[in-house]
Structures are given as structure tokens and as C-alpha cells.
């Protein structure tokens, strides 16, 4: 089968960076995947890493190493509209290329 | 933009009645998707179409069946819905099978009492 595991629970100030890590196991990978989702909202697309190092976008970044089955989002000048579930997904061929995804981290903003 | 849209955003329903809950995409995307999502669990694949008529079991698909006739339209159905059901369901679309972004409904709470 497959699982996923990150943190629960992450909490961090405004301005600070914050990193949710995830690992994985599964068999045919294809690539790792990143959602936000706000309280009482719909999960939304943040970003998808099929090969090993760091992709960029804006104040997000997300990595991969498949050789370690380890991925990471990192939010860097968080602000309070960060607070939200970050959950990680993979991509792989054991269920079909559907997203199989983790139990979620919670990141909590404060002041 | 994609729009997917869930019919009911909130639901009670009885033990035992049957329950449909509908999704529409209106972006002529191939593939769609049924999770339900609960505290602390994450998101949990039920069901998954990859073409009209077409229909892949997910990692918890017991008491549940599913029904794609139009594109469009992906169903999901709660044969005699129990309490254990009471969950949100999330349905998502994609444009096919090699593309990875998902966009997801808004989802439908359901109540069994």
C-alpha cells in the first residue's frame, strides 16, 4: 500500500518561515503534490515536484528527493492568511494516478 | 476558470435512506474523483473515473457506489447510508490522467442520523 506522514501541527509568527515536511511510501511514484486549504474552503493547488530539487513559486518552494521518498513545503514571510491545512499527495501508478494524500498539517499565523 | 460544482453544501439524512450526491465540471475534463474528509484522517479516496461509463474503486469504497453517464457528471452514492458516513465529501476534476493539478468542489457535509 501506500502512506504519507507530516506533522499535525505547525505554529509560526508573521515574517517567519515555516517548514512542513512529508514522507512517503508507495510503489510507481510519479511526483509529490502540495494543497492548501483554508477552514470551510476547498483544497487548492500549490505546487508538484516529479523530479528531485526546488521549485519556486512566489513565497512558496517545494522539494523533493525521491531517493529519500521525502518532500518538503516551505512558506517563507508567512502572514496571517498562511493559517490554514497543508496537506501533501502523491501521483502513483499503485492507485491509478490518483492523488493518494496525507492526514494534513495544521499551520496556525500569530501576530 | 474550472468550476466544479457540488449540489448540496449541507445534508441530513436518515440511517438507512439512499443518498446521491451529484458533482458537475464544466471544463470537459476527463477525470473526476470522490474523497471524504475527516478530522484528523485527511483525505480518503472513494472512487475515481477515468471516462464516461468508467469507474476505479479508491481505498475506501464499501458502501459506496458510483455512476458517470455524462462527462460532466460524476455521482456518488450511498447505497443505505449509515452514521459511520457523516463526513464532508469532496469531489475533484482533473483534465486527465498525466496532469496533476486537481480542482476541487466545495464540498457537501453530510449528517446520517
Known amino acids: 500500500g501506500q502512506s504519507l506522514e507530516q506533522p499535525s501541527e505547525v505554529t509560526a509568527v508573521e515574517g517567519a518561515i515555516v517548514q512542513i515536511n512529508c514522507t512517503y511510501q508507495?510503489?510507481?511514484?510519479?511526483?509529490l503534490s502540495w494543497y492548501q486549504q483554508h477552514d470551510g474552503g476547498a483544497p487548492t493547488f500549490l505546487s508538484y515536484?516529479?523530479?528531485?530539487g526546488l521549485e519556486e513559486t512566489g513565497r512558496f518552494s517545494s522539494f523533493l528527493s525521491r531517493s529519500d521518498s521525502y518532500g518538503y513545503l516551505l512558506l517563507q514571510e508567512l502572514q496571517m492568511k498562511d493559517s490554514a491545512s497543508y496537506f501533501c499527495?502523491?501521483?502513483?501508478?499503485?492507485?491509478?494516478?490518483?492523488?493518494?494524500f496525507g492526514k494534513g498539517t495544521t499551520l496556525s499565523v500569530s501576530s | 476558470d474550472v468550476k466544479v460544482t457540488q449540489s448540496s453544501r449541507y445534508l441530513v439524512k436518515r440511517t438507512g435512506e439512499k443518498v446521491f450526491l451529484e458533482c458537475v465540471q464544466d471544463?470537459?475534463?476527463?477525470?473526476m474523483f470522490w474523497y471524504r474528509q475527516d478530522p484528523g484522517l485527511g483525505l480518503r479516496l472513494i472512487y475515481f473515473?477515468?471516462?464516461?461509463?468508467?469507474?476505479e474503486k479508491g481505498d475506501i469504497p464499501e458502501g459506496y457506489s458510483v455512476s458517470r453517464e455524462k462527462k460532466e457528471r460524476f455521482s456518488l452514492i450511498l447505497e443505505s447510508a449509515s452514521t459511520n458516513q457523516t463526513s464532508m465529501y469532496l469531489c475533484?476534476?482533473?483534465?486527465?490522467?498525466?496532469?496533476?493539478?486537481?480542482?476541487f468542489g466545495s464540498g457537501t457535509r453530510l449528517t446520517v442520523v
Open positions: 475533484a476534476s482533473r483534465v486527465g490522467p498525466t496532469n496533476y493539478g486537481y480542482t
Open positions: 515536484n516529479a523530479l528531485d
Open positions: 508507495t510503489s510507481g511514484f510519479y511526483g
Open positions: 499527495a502523491v501521483r502513483a501508478r499503485s492507485q491509478g494516478t490518483a492523488l493518494i
Open positions: 473515473s477515468y471516462d464516461v461509463k468508467m469507474k
Open positions: 471544463m470537459d475534463h476527463e477525470n
